[in-house]
């Protein structure tokens, strides 16, 4: 998982409209576009076929619930808590 990935609390929400011809194949490419991102874990939360193609708006999961969590190892050592070991006195 990148560096940047590890900060995200839990998902990335990504809406668009894709060019398709039914509902079922946009459905189709999201999940491919997703999984071309690299993710595995994805919710369609909407999608409405309209003309040419799909309004959707789609959710890939970095974290769930219980997962070891990389927001909480940022900083060097992990407290727990979220944030770095304080180095106050340390000087």
């Known amino acids: 998982m990148s560096r940047i990935l ?7 929400d990504i809406e668009t409209f894709l060019v398709c011809s039914s509902e ?4 189709r490419l ?4 997703f999984r071309e991102m690299g993710f595995k874990d994805v919710d369609i939360v909407f999608i409405q076929f ?3 193609g799909v309004r959707l708006r789609a ?3 970095v974290h769930r ?5 990389g927001w909480l190892k940022i900083g060097g050592e992990e407290t727990g808590d979220g944030f770095p070991k304080s180095s106050a006195g340390s000087h």
């Open 6 to 12: 590890e900060r995200i609390m839990d998902a990335i």
């Open 24 to 27: 079922d194949e946009g459905r």
């Open 30 to 33: 999201t999940l491919q576009l």
């Open 65 to 69: 619930p219980g997962d070891a969590y």
């Open 59 to 61: 959710r890939a999961y």
């Open 50 to 52: 309209q003309g040419p």
